[in-house]
């Protein structure tokens, strides 16, 4: 039998030592191997597998110094604070770093003890930061979300684009890139604009089975939003808005069902704002409402749900979002409402930008996609990783699945619409063509004369709504279209002339109540657990230990640690050191006090 090379044997012991994992997740073990071999590594890992990690730990077992590089202050300052938890020293230099802390980091750079350094790309830049780095022995530099380097991608950064020359003036270092979202041109991309060498390159698949996928159209939103809620009491979650005026009133609507629930926008005092993102990666239950736009940096593991309230921007943006969903591999919510009103919305945006042709053209294909995504009759994880290169069979775990989507002979209804389209010239959109064929007589109707059309009424025995999703999923299929030389005309494709003839089938999706695909991920997680109370007590004590160190509660113990100490029940430290997370300085840092609890609870 190969005898592990000495470095890979100490990242497995640091592995239980430190982090309190007893194993590897899929993936991380080979990225380890080819970054302690000296090579550069482009990784791309879908949120929760554990990304981090693979240039947390080679800092740990080299007992050199790697430079991270963040785009986000919150997610910096969070991963440095759950290292030093962990007995590992980490640091953040950022715009907020305070004086003393900026003379810890320059101590620790003189005397090598930092293992991980976390900064900002503006700041790392700067020709005075640069130059007092060079002298530091940065042994690695890891840049963590690289599919900012990409200009065709959701959430570009220009700064990125120099971060090769800070390689270059560090002599050629080591690098790493790791993503969750970067697709074949962008990952060409990242390669050629960030690497000084050929990377090794490693994909894993873009699956996240433990979150539960489900999109609705728009009818009272607000409302569809709380009843949702229902199943996450007690739970912590993000609420994504295309406003910051949205994100105030939802925030609003739910603490007044008694739901612990605050804004998040760039529009906010920085108090505010930074007081209410606190409140949420401390709090249990805590709700947070947030622009859509707005980077929230969220490194919380036990997020239990993602909420849209409006239709993201582009697909690869409806999965970085939905990806802090469930972190600590636990079930988790993704659920999505969407409108004719926030597509056309969206693909005005686009055409009314000054971007290039070849641009605009890009981030229609993206929308067009997510539109797809929303209106599938499939299952909606098939779609999705379909959409990113990835073959896969129907999950039976997304609401279409569940059977809260049905397929029914939608092919009348089609030529009715189709209709409505060609006797109004194509030049008026889904909300009057809806009323038409519902028979409603409003101001615009009557001005046209439209009231006067064979179409007019002849869907009566649907509501407007109704027949605004009808006319999204004619779109969605390739049944109307824009005009190529006329954005602001409908027409009818050839395909959907072939439905109107009666020359081909239509099958239209139907949403329908379905209460089982109403599932709680709360009782999903906590199934098995025979101690509520227990639970319930350790996360008290989580807590309690958190505000007075003022840090994140998982920052202490992550849900998953919790539930497994509530499940084993452990009466030594032995015991206790066996559980998920539970590494060697939290041992001895927490040990005795949670398991006071457990005993309390045991003898009760």
């Known amino acids: 039998m190969t005898q592990e090379p000495p470095q890979m044997a100490k990242a497995r012991a640091s592995l239980a030592s430190v982090y309190g994992f007893s194993a590897f997740r899929p993936g991380q073990e080979e990225i380890l191997a080819a970054m302690l071999d000296g090579k550069d590594v482009l990784a791309v890992m879908p949120t929760g597998s554990g990304k981090s990690l693979c240039f947390q730990l080679p800092a740990i077992v080299r007992e050199r110094l790697t430079l991270v590089v963040s785009p986000l202050i919150a997610l910096m300052r969070g991963q440095a604070a759950q290292l030093r938890e962990l007995g590992v020293e980490a640091a953040s230099l950022n715009s907020s770093t305070e004086v003393e802390e900026r003379q810890r980091i320059a101590r620790s750079l003189r005397d090598r003890s930092l293992r991980l350094l976390y900064i900002a790309p503006e700041r ?30 959701h959430d570009f950064r220009p700064e990125y684009l120099r971060l090769r020359e800070v390689v270059e003036a560090l002599g050629g270092v080591q690098t790493v890139a790791v993503t969750a979202t970067a697709d074949g041109p962008t990952r060409s991309e990242i390669v050629a604009k960030l690497f000084v060498r050929k990377p090794q390159i490693y994909v894993r698949s873009f699956d996240r089975p433990n979150l539960f996928l489900a999109m609705r159209p728009k009818s009272n939103a607000t409302r569809q939003l709380i009843d949702r809620l229902d199943a996450h009491r007690g739970e912590s979650g993000v609420v994504y808005c295309a406003s910051r005026r949205r994100t105030e009133e939802l925030a609003e609507e739910f603490a007044r069902i008694g739901r612990r629930a605050l804004p998040y926008h760039a529009g906010l005092e920085h108090s505010v704002r930074a007081a209410n993102h606190d409140a949420f990666l401390r709090e249990d239950g805590c709700v947070i409402c947030a622009t859509i736009a707005f980077g929230m940096g969220i490194d919380k593991p036990d997020v239990r749900f993602v909420f849209h309230a409006d239709m993201p921007s582009s697909i690869e943006a409806y999965y970085q979002e939905i990806g802090r969903a469930g972190r600590d591999g636990l079930p988790a919510e993704a659920f999505t409402l969407y409108s004719a009103g926030d597509m056309e919305l969206r693909r005005r945006q686009i055409f009314e930008s000054g971007a290039t042709d070849e641009r605009k053209r890009v981030e229609m294909a993206k929308l067009e996609d997510l539109v797809a995504l929303c209106e599938t009759a499939r299952c909606r994880r098939q779609t999705l990783l379909g959409m990113f290169g990835e073959q896969s069979g129907p999950c039976g775990h997304c609401d279409v699945c569940q059977g809260a989507v049905r397929l029914i002979d939608g ?61 999204r999923q004619l779109q969605s299929a390739k049944l109307i279209d824009r005009d190529e030389d006329d954005r602001d005309r409908l027409i009818v494709t050839e395909e959907g002339r072939r439905v109107l003839r009666g020359e081909a089938p239509f099958a239209l999706r139907e949403d329908v109540v379905n209460a089982k695909a109403r599932r709680s991920t709360r009782a999903a997680v906590e199934s098995h657990d025979d101690d509520a109370l227990l639970l319930a007590a350790l996360k008290a004590l989580r807590g309690a230990i958190a505000v007075a160190q003022k840090q994140p509660a998982y920052v202490i113990f992550p849900d998953r640690t919790l539930i497994e100490m509530a499940k084993a029940r452990p009466a030594e430290l032995d015991e206790l050191s066996g559980l998920h997370g539970v590494g060697a300085v939290k041992l001895q840092k927490y040990g005795a006090a949670f398991l006071a609890v457990v005993r309390d609870h045991s003898h009760a």
Do not use: M
């Open 411 to 471: 092919r009348i209804d089609a030529q009715k619409a189709l209709s409505a389209v060609l006797r109004t010239s194509g030049r008026f959109f889904f909300g009057h063509l809806a009323n038409i064929l519902a028979g409603k007589t409003t101001a615009a109707v009557e001005r046209y004369g439209h009231n006067q059309l064979k179409t007019f009424g002849v869907g009566k025995d649907r509501t407007p709504a109704d027949w605004r999703g009808v006319l």
């Open 124 to 153: 790392l830049l700067r020709a005075d930061v640069l130059a007092s780095l060079r002298d530091a022995s940065i042994h690695c530099l890891a840049i963590d979300e690289a599919h900012c380097v990409s200009q065709w991608g």
